[in-house]
């Protein structure tokens, strides 16, 4: 009797617990609702090392020490990156640009991301960085813009003004209220 007693109670604590991890069912889209509707992200990763390769050569790198998911909101999914980040692209010479900013935020659904706080974009080849404390980047068009004031130092120059555009590796530029000395070769 004692032997059925065990069985029954040991048929019995699996049923139990069957039935409470069938009951525990919520579905993802309502974790995800919950999570939006709190303001939190989806995911959060810590130390972020991300290295974009295309046929084998380094595209581009990320590094940031957090980033937030909130791929759950359904009109506006973003993807924040609140400690900053720096951001290297490479073209096929192996020249660089990296930009570096203390606040970013990616629009998932337009590609265009907004960079804040100590905002500089450095192309190494042509030794020219620029300045801002606020930039946008549309990353569709690979081109970059503020209506901030900035700073613009190149081999040459150091230019200042308020509104600037430019191909993200800051070859061709169009720069707004400038004031500075600029050099001009006249030959």
Known sequence: MNRLSFHNFKNIAALLLAAMFFSCGNELKEIQDFLAEK???????????LIHT????????????????????????????????????????????????????????????????????????????????QLFWDANVHYIYTEKEFTLITKSDTITGKGFEANEDLSKVIMKSVSGIIYVNEE
């Not at 303001?39 to 090392?49: A, H, K, M, S, Y």
């Open 39 to 49: 303001n939190l992200p989806i995911g959060t990763v810590e130390d972020v090392r």
């Open 54 to 133: 295309d046929s084998g050569r380094v595209v581009t790198k990320l590094i940031a020490p957090k980033m937030n998911d909130f791929a759950n909101r359904t009109d506006h999914p973003f993807t924040e990156f609140p400690q900053g980040l720096a951001v290297t692209t490479y073209d096929k010479n192996g020249d660089s640009v990296t930009m570096k900013a203390n606040y970013a935020i990616n629009f998932n659904k337009t590609n265009i991301s907004e960079a804040k706080e100590g905002v500089t974009i450095q192309n190494y080849a042509e030794k020219s960085i620029l300045k801002t404390d």
